[in-house]
């Protein structure tokens, strides 16, 4: 199985950045490679559903990202060291939630979520 773990998160005022991190393992890594797996963020606010953040496809090669969030984050990840980072810069209060970090290949394993709280 695959293990993820998120950090990074924390309490931010309004224009201020944050960088979350995720590491994967597992054993699953010795048969498929992580750099085979698509990873992306998510993050869900009280009381609304789960949304796709940013996406970064398996090569790295072709990212995508929320509209609300074009221009502010940056997606990457690092195949040696099986991570995946968003960095978010000019945060809004709207960027409030918990984010969650997914890798994809031919299933999907989810992380335990970190919370970034975006507050004057």
């Known amino acids: 199985q695959v293990q993820l773990v998120e950090s990074g998160g924390g309490l931010v005022q309004p224009g201020g950045s944050l960088r979350l991190s995720c590491t994967a393992s597992?054993?699953?890594?010795?048969?498929?490679?992580?750099?085979?797996?698509?990873m992306s963020w998510y993050r869900q606010a009280p009381g609304k559903e789960r949304e796709l953040v940013a996406t970064?496809?398996?090569?790295?090669?072709?990212?995508d990202y929320a509209d609300s969030v074009k221009g502010r984050f940056t997606v990457s990840r690092d195949n040696t060291k099986n991570t995946v980072s968003l960095q978010m810069n000019n945060l809004k209060p709207e960027d409030t939630a918990m984010y969650y970090c997914?890798?994809?290949?031919?299933?999907?394993?989810w992380g335990q979520g970190t919370q970034v709280t975006v507050s004057s």
């Open positions: 997914n890798a994809k290949f031919a299933q999907s394993y």
């Open positions: 970064v496809t398996s090569t790295g090669g072709v990212r």
């Open positions: 597992g054993a699953t890594f010795s048969r498929i490679s992580f750099s085979r797996y698509a």
